[in-house]
């Protein structure tokens, strides 16, 4: 099938375009930004850039929506509404941000769509109304068995942790502050600063791209994860099967991703600060807890069943053809 989609998150995209299908993405703004601009010279061989021209010829077989924005987009450079002029499917990857848990979708009771969550959580939260919905849980490439965790340090993986402060437990960072934390992330620099007094030992350790970056953090010998209040992080995931041990906020889709004996997972952050200082310290009950996580990981969020799912939602959206 042809699918019209956006490169919307990097990681998620990578994973889409593991699929059988062809990806087709408008060309990039003026701005440089969209497109296949994020790949460089080596995009993926079954993903294209399409013109609106050559889409308004020949329409997709599905378009894939991820912002909201994405409907406007469709009807104005392609003359296509979605859900009524070609099969779409919205993809949901964040938690409801209000009202909780009476928040409607801004997508509820739109029959025509269907809507995808990336966790039973998020689909349990979001109030959609008659729009059917689905869950396809996240699929990552296995960057395989890193792990050497030499460096007696905590990894901290977050995009805009200043900004995003309470949704990311940034604030919690300080309850870790008789550990050494390298944290890693765009915007990560921001963070000595604005912690402060209360962690003086957090340093930024690059922004870096995904195979450097799990390089880096299979250098580390724990991974801690202290979202409130987002979707599963691909990040963690990626410890995971890397073979890191990782400490985790048991709050939205923790519960179901992480097994405790792969690290610790907890709402108490005594607990889990008390069990990284005890992984910290001890190299083979890290590793032998790593391990385990790697397992878990592999068997929930490999690429196969992933594709597999997607697969399915495609072939089910494109015979709904209005």
Excluded at 60 to 71: A, G, T, Y
Excluded at 136 to 146: F, S
Excluded at 295 to 306: E, M, T, V
Aim: aromatic share 8%.
């Amino acid at each position: 099938m042809r699918i019209l989609m956006w490169d919307v998150h990097g990681g998620y995209t990578d994973s889409l375009v593991a699929g059988a299908h062809d990806y087709l993405f408008l060309p990039p703004e003026p701005s440089g930004r969209g497109g296949l601009a994020r790949y460089g010279d080596s995009p993926p061989s079954n993903a294209y850039e399409v013109s609106r021209e050559e889409l308004r010829n020949e329409p997709p077989d599905v378009v894939l929506l991820q912002r909201l924005e994405e409907l406007e987009l469709c009807a104005e450079q392609l003359g296509l509404r979605p859900g009524d002029d070609v099969p779409a499917i919205f993809l949901e990857h964040n938690t409801p941000k209000a009202d909780v848990p009476n928040t409607q979708h801004p997508l509820a009771d739109r029959p025509r769509l269907s809507l995808v969550h990336v966790t039973h959580f998020n689909d349990l939260f979001w109030d959609c109304g008659r729009t059917p919905t689905r869950v396809i849980e996240h699929g990552v490439a296995d960057p395989g068995l890193r792990y050497a965790g030499r460096l007696r340090r905590l990894a901290f993986v977050v995009n805009e942790p200043v900004r995003r402060w309470r949704v990311t437990g940034t604030d919690l960072l300080s309850r870790f502050a008789d550990c050494e934390v390298d944290a890693f992330g765009i915007d990560a620099d921001k963070l000595p600063e604005a912690l402060g007094q209360t962690h003086r030992r957090v340093w930024f350790a690059g922004n870096l791209r995904p195979n450097a970056l799990h390089d880096a953090l299979a250098e580390r010998r724990v991974y801690l994860h202290l979202n409130r209040w987002t979707s599963l992080g691909l990040s963690l995931i990626q410890a995971m099967m890397l073979g890191m041990p990782v400490v985790v906020l048991d709050t939205t889709e923790a519960s179901r991703a992480v097994p405790v004996e792969a690290g610790a997972r907890s709402g108490d952050i005594d607990e889990l600060r008390t069990a990284a200082r005890t992984l910290l310290a001890d190299p083979e009950e890290a590793q032998h807890r790593g391990l385990v996580g790697r397992r878990a990981a592999l068997d929930r969020y490999g690429l196969p069943r992933f594709v597999h799912d997607w697969d399915l939602a495609f072939k089910e959206a494109a015979e709904t053809r209005p």
